[in-house]
């Protein structure tokens, strides 16, 4: 990191910034074409910190992914515009992450349900969900399997 004094290395303080993130976006690669996508996403800390989206069972998303399964991704909140009398006055408060690590299908019916109430559950539904056979048959799960994480903060001091 450029700044030291913007990195965020205690994990508690990183969890929260991804507890309070409202969607995730994840950058894949193949052939030297980059591709990033917004989502929506649960978190899991324990034991191993995870990742769960969901998404249909076609498109480029899941093309790159069965090339490449290693993603970035990243996540921010806190936003808040600073202004100034003079443009190098204005700036930006926010916390983010970025991550690194490997993504993969999940096809198992009972883990499916697992990762789709880990997704409710960050969105703020508590409990256990019914999910019907047939949307889970069109429903894609995919797991990101957190290999590094980093955040970073912007107090914008003047």
Partial sequence: ?????????????????INRADVCRIALANDNIPYIVTLNFGYESS????LYFHCA????KLEMIRKNSYVCFEMDTGHEIITGTKACDWGMKYRSVVGYGY??????????????????????????????????DRTTLLQLEI?????KKSCHNK
């Fill in 1 to 17: 990191m450029k700044r030291n004094e913007r990195e965020v290395s205690d994990i508690q303080i990183i969890d929260d910034i």
């Fill in 47 to 50: 034991p191993e910190r995870k």
């Fill in 57 to 60: 069972n076609k498109g480029r």
């Fill in 103 to 136: 993504i993969k299908i999940i096809n198992e019916k009972a883990a499916k349900k697992e990762g789709l109430n880990c997704i409710m559950r960050h969105y703020g539904a508590e409990g256990e969900f019914t999910y019907y056979n047939n949307m889970l």
């Fill in 147 to 151: 290999t590094e994480i980093t955040g």
